[in-house]
């Protein structure tokens, strides 16, 4: 069983209850969840949110939406993580956060092909990134998580849910997924209302329902439109991109 858990909580420290603005008559928790709902290879979907009453809301979108969900730890998203999958027997993970507007089903596929063909514990597309920031994928297996959730005692790791795995390469077999043209200074993810206001720029131009649009499109239209991506491209890059390289 290869499941996408999507990790999401009301609370934001930069943008609170981002995961509920309007983008195209749509919350961005929807967008996400369709966006993956085009992977060929994933089985199931779940939502991971928190045992916070702050996340009840989410909890009643996702029932009125027919989403299966897991409650558990706010602060330690290592064990919600493997809680979760161990909730719907999934066997690979997909690890999806729900500030990311434009994740790629087709890049996500590719990376579920490159741990499942050569039998790693984790695969990824972000050490080093390759791809615009927002776009990032982490795919791993149960035993792998298990290990991890077992192991790891730094707050950081289980924060970040896949940092153990990263800071011990010598345990875990693992493999970067690269583009073959280095996209990494584009930023697609919502942090801030700049964020936000290029993703629902981009959303105008791109977005039909019961359609998807995937990294080319977004390109071309930034080829066209190239002030779209100016928007936000002052806003600070994730430190998760240093603190990826495993130091």
């Given at each position: 069983?290869?499941?996408?858990?999507?990790?999401?909580?009301?609370?934001?420290?930069?943008?609170?209850?981002?995961?509920?603005?309007?983008?195209e008559g749509k919350p961005l928790i929807y967008h996400i969840f369709n966006r993956i709902s085009y992977s060929k290879k994933i089985d199931n979907i779940l939502l991971a949110?928190?045992?916070?009453?702050?996340?009840?809301?989410?909890?009643?979108?996702?029932?009125?939406?027919?989403?299966?969900?897991?409650?558990?730890?706010?602060?330690?998203?290592?064990?919600?993580?493997?809680?979760?999958?161990?909730?719907?027997?999934?066997?690979?993970?997909?690890?999806?956060?729900?500030?990311?507007?434009?994740?790629?089903?087709?890049?996500?596929?590719?990376?579920?092909?490159?741990?499942?063909?050569?039998?790693?514990?984790?695969?990824y597309n972000n050490k080093p990134p390759t791809f615009p920031e927002g776009l990032d994928i982490e795919v791993f297996t149960f035993k792998a998580l298990e290990k991890a959730?077992?192991?790891?005692?730094?707050?950081?790791?289980?924060?970040?849910?896949?940092?153990?795995?990263?800071?011990?390469?010598?345990?875990?077999?693992?493999?970067?997924?690269?583009?073959?043209?280095?996209?990494?200074?584009?930023?697609?993810?919502?942090?801030?209302?700049?964020?936000?206001?290029?993703?629902?720029?981009?959303?105008?131009?791109?977005?039909?329902?019961?359609?998807?649009?995937?990294?080319?499109?977004?390109?071309?239209?930034?080829?066209?439109?190239?002030?779209?991506?100016?928007?936000?491209?002052?806003?600070?890059?994730?430190?998760?991109?240093?603190?990826?390289?495993?130091?």
């Open positions: 069983m290869i499941s996408a858990i999507i990790q999401a909580r009301v609370s934001s420290t930069r943008l609170p209850n981002k995961i509920f603005s309007d983008i949110t928190t045992n916070n009453p702050a996340d009840d809301k989410l909890t009643e979108w996702a029932k009125s939406n027919n989403i299966p969900y897991f409650r558990g730890s706010e602060e330690d998203v290592l064990s919600r993580y493997y809680n979760a999958s161990k909730s719907i027997s999934a066997d690979i993970i997909a690890r999806i956060t729900a500030d990311d507007p434009f994740k790629d089903p087709i890049i996500l596929d590719k990376v579920i092909d490159l741990l499942v063909e050569k039998k790693l514990d984790f695969a959730n077992i192991e790891s005692k730094d707050d950081f790791e289980r924060e970040h849910v896949t940092q153990y795995f990263y800071r011990h390469s010598e345990i875990f077999n693992q493999e970067n997924y690269l583009n073959k043209t280095d996209l990494s200074k584009l930023r697609w993810t919502i942090d801030t209302e700049k964020d936000l206001e290029m993703t629902r720029m981009i959303y105008k131009e791109l977005y039909k329902p019961n359609e998807i649009f995937l990294l080319e499109d977004i390109l071309n239209i930034l080829k066209e439109k190239p002030y779209l991506a100016m928007i936000n491209s002052n806003v600070k890059r994730s430190a998760m991109y240093t603190k990826n390289e495993g130091n």
